[in-house]
């Protein structure tokens, strides 16, 4: 049960720090600052969970261990179940803060797509962006993220203690480049919390979760190729 516990309050705290980034602080950090924020969340969290569950917090991550025999099934299920509810709580304290806030705080993480608002930094396609557009880009940018968690991870080719630093460093990486596009998923967790309070955002919502799955199951495939060992290394 702890690490169930480890991974929901996990994802909370980087839905309400990460995403909060955004909503609260987004106006003055911009792009930048918020794909750094949510990098820095999950260094932080690495090194805080992550010898009790691994420190997933992100669906498309468990289901990259699934497939690479790293967690039983029965831990997978479980896992998801608790990040979606990790998620979903610390969006309600981001939607919680926008409802009691005072008119001149200036709250970032809205998206107003032709009269169609989404607030608490909710995953949407940004205007001129496309479905397809922002599908492709969750498949590559997950493949990088969780590529990177593969390898930094291996019992045999990681990094060790630095392995939560190169994580963060990928995440925040892949914020800064996907936002602008989609407010960056990479995770269907992250983005069905602040859905549940911006119901506007469901329409793209499949594509975070069918991009992320998609680019998790070309990471491991890529990764088995790069990490099987000759026989003479054996």
């Given amino acids: 049960m702890k690490k169930y516990l480890a991974e929901f309050f996990g994802t ?5 720090l990460a ?3 955004a909503v609260l602080a987004g106006p003055e ?4 600052g918020i794909g750094l924020c949510f990098g820095l969340v999950l260094v932080c969290l690495c090194y805080c969970i992550g010898n009790i569950s691994g420190c ?3 669906p498309a991550v468990s289901f990259a261990m699934l497939l690479s025999n790293r967690m039983s099934f029965k831990d997978f299920v479980w896992y998801v179940v ?3 509810a990790g998620a979903a709580v610390g969006a309600g304290f ?4 926008t409802e009691i806030g005072e008119v001149p705080f200036k709250f970032g993480g809205i998206t107003d797509n032709g009269g169609v608002v989404n607030t608490i930094a909710t995953n949407v396609c940004q205007p001129g962006v496309s479905q397809g557009m922002a599908l492709m880009c969750e ?3 997950t493949m990088l993220f969780v590529l990177v968690i593969l390898g930094a991870t291996d019992a045999r080719k990681g990094f060790g203690k630095f392995a939560g630093l190169a994580i963060g460093l990928a995440l925040g990486l892949v914020n800064i480049v996907g936002i602008p596009v989609d407010n960056c998923s990479v995770n269907p967790a992250r983005s069905f919390g602040p859905a549940i309070y911006s119901p506007n955002a469901w329409p793209d919502f499949w594509v975070m979760v069918v991009g992320p799955l998609v ?3 070309f990471a491991v495939i890529i990764w088995n190729m790069l990490s099987k060992r000759n026989p003479e290394e054996i």
Avoid at 94 to 97: D, I, N, R, S
């Fill in 94 to 97: 981001l939607y919680w803060f």
């Fill in 215 to 217: 680019g998790a199951l």
């Fill in 29 to 32: 950090i911009g792009v930048l």
């Fill in 12 to 16: 909370m705290f980087l839905v309400l």
């Fill in 56 to 58: 997933h917090v992100n």
């Fill in 139 to 141: 498949i590559l940018f």
């Fill in 19 to 21: 995403c909060g980034s």
């Fill in 82 to 84: 608790f990040q979606l």
